[in-house]
């Protein structure tokens, strides 16, 4: 592959872009419509260990963490206690928040605590509450900010993630800064609140938390933290450190509900953020939490404090043993297990490497094709960066959602993945039966819409570089085409989001169709053919000054 080819793929090695071949984009994240259901669904719904069976869709071994996308953690026997008892009796909701704000105080040491529809939810409710002051002339007119004196939510750069949609939603205006100084510059009399999400840069650096706060707190600018994965910590970490107020996500280490979340801190805010929330009209009402969410979230934060964390985590490490040792009878299998010191997903991990040109698979693969066979295991493929041992690949294992005669399954699995006879794998690849070069008018079916988007192309060989126009902006496309199969992506990134499109089509003469894989947010189809320009000729006049007439 030439230099400039090197450029355009921005560092993609060959074996990645074999990976686009075979669509293997975050494989136990599910980015399909299909998911896997155990097949024609069937019904009625049966409650008990054959639940999701008896609609057709088979459960999965979670061994990756707390992704929401295949159902968080799982809640705690005294979280189901307290929601079940809460859903035979009526309340007024009011009191109850009032209640359980109160005890959240006393067990966790914060001023005030909320329990909110999620942690997304409560990142919302409390810029809400930033904005309006708990004024509801003003609650009632979000997202139209006019006429509100603060408007303006500020951010590092390294907070900037999928996740403020829940902040912008409010209506306010994302400014974003990369320096201290640039932040005490950035704040003014419209600065609403400082959002920043916990961990890496915010522990340390010029822009950590307790250098944010010493510029924040003199102007009175609240700090919002975005703590959703980590473990809770008593007294709190944040707020020690300057946060007003901090968010965690219910269905995460807390393991309690995987519809609430816990916001802790200053109680006029999180009053105010309350307001801002259902039962109560505005722009919060679509984030109604209920009675027995509030109450399985307070049970969760009581067991909490109870927990033996000690023993939870030599439990982890017990089952990460069973499955190393099992592994480690193959030859030229490695394991090594990583515990983390961090408090954002905090678990035991063990990874699995080894030489894929001996065992004629990858990581990918392996993660891969334990996904979507019985019985279905998630775990983290190959996605070590350019610091990896050249060489190898591995799978990693996270322990802390896996439960008990899980490590006996995954172990079993695994090896019998891993010590499968392969021949060994042909790296050619098959002659291009078309030259794709030029420019193609896409046609893009989403679930509900239609776009034309435009794909410029250059091809060499089996390698294709250019750039896609989408809806909004121009970026690069990569891919390959093997026969006449053709893989292409390309990126559209957004402060703190990105969407990948992975095309994967058939050409035949000037027209191309297929899917598009976009991960998490689906699939789609496209057509497209092959731009024909027009052959008019025309002799072209440079003019020799200016016009003179218009």
Not at 473 to 489: A, F, S
Request: proline share 6%; hydrophobic share 40%.
């Amino acid at each position: 592959m030439s230099d400039d080819l090197d450029d355009l793929y921005g560092g993609l090695t060959r074996r990645e872009l074999l990976q686009i071949g075979n669509v293997l984009a975050m494989p136990v994240l599910l980015g399909g419509m299909k998911a896997h259901a155990g097949g024609n669904v069937e019904g009625p719904l049966r409650p008990g260990p054959q639940i999701y069976q008896s609609i057709g869709v088979d459960p999965i071994i979670n061994c990756r963490g707390t992704f929401t996308i295949i159902g968080g953690s799982v809640e705690r026997p005294e979280v189901r206690a307290a929601m079940d008892a809460a859903s035979k009796h009526f309340v007024q909701i009011d009191e109850l928040a009032d209640a359980v704000g109160r005890r959240l105080a006393e067990l966790t040491g914060a001023e005030w605590g909320m329990v909110s529809a999620g942690c997304a939810a409560g990142l919302k409710h409390v810029t809400a509450a930033c904005v309006t002051g708990g004024n509801p002339e003003r609650l009632t007119r979000i997202p139209d900010l006019t006429g509100f004196d603060k408007t303006e939510v500020v951010s590092p750069l390294y907070s900037r993630n999928v996740y403020d949609a829940a902040v912008r939603n409010i209506g306010v205006k994302m400014i974003t800064v990369e320096t201290p100084e640039a932040l005490a510059s950035a704040l003014s009399p419209r600065t609403a609140m400082i959002y920043l999400t916990s961990g890496g840069p915010a522990s340390s650096g010029p822009l950590s938390l307790e250098n944010v706060a010493r510029i924040a707190q003199p102007r009175n600018v609240p700090i919002l933290v975005d703590a959703a994965a980590e473990v809770l910590t008593i007294p709190n970490v944040h707020l020690q450190k300057g946060a007003t107020i901090v968010a965690y996500s219910g269905g995460k280490a807390i393991c309690g509900p995987q519809c609430a979340g816990l916001l802790l801190g200053r109680k006029d805010l999180l009053m105010s953020a309350w307001q801002a929330s259902a039962p109560h009209h505005g722009p919060g009402r679509d984030n109604k939490v209920g009675r027995e969410e509030t109450l399985g979230m307070l049970a969760a934060v009581e067991a909490w404090v109870k927990r033996d964390h000690a023993a939870e985590w030599k439990t982890w490490l017990s089952w990460l043993d069973h499955i190393s040792r099992r592994v480690s009878t193959i030859a030229g299998v490695n394991t090594s297990v990583r515990e983390p010191a961090g408090l954002s997903n905090k678990s035991p991990s063990l990874t699995i490497t080894w030489d894929p040109s001996t065992l004629q698979i990858t990581g990918d693969e392996v993660a891969e094709e334990l996904a979507r066979t019985k019985p279905r295991i998630a775990l983290g493929g190959d996605t070590r960066g350019s610091d990896a041992e050249p060489g190898t690949t591995q799978i990693s294992v996270t322990a802390w959602m896996m439960q008990p005669g899980d490590d006996t399954i995954v172990a079993e699995r695994i090896y019998g993945v891993l010590s499968a006879k392969r021949s060994p794998r042909s790296t050619d690849m098959a002659v291009p039966s078309a030259n794709v070069s030029g420019r193609w008018d896409v046609d893009i079916e989403f679930f509900s819409s239609r776009s034309r988007h435009t794909l410029f192309i250059e091809q060499d060989g089996n390698w294709i570089r250019g750039s896609h126009q989408g809806d909004f902006t121009m970026r690069e496309m990569v891919g390959m085409i093997e026969g006449n199969e053709v893989k292409l992506r390309s990126v559209e990134r957004r402060p703190g989001a990105s969407v990948t499109f992975i095309f994967s089509g058939t050409v035949s003469g000037d027209t191309m169709s297929g899917p598009i894989h976009m991960g998490e947010y689906l699939n789609a189809k496209f057509s497209a053919k092959k731009h024909t320009y027009s052959m008019e000729r025309t002799r072209i006049v440079v003019p020799k000054g200016p016009p003179l007439a218009t």
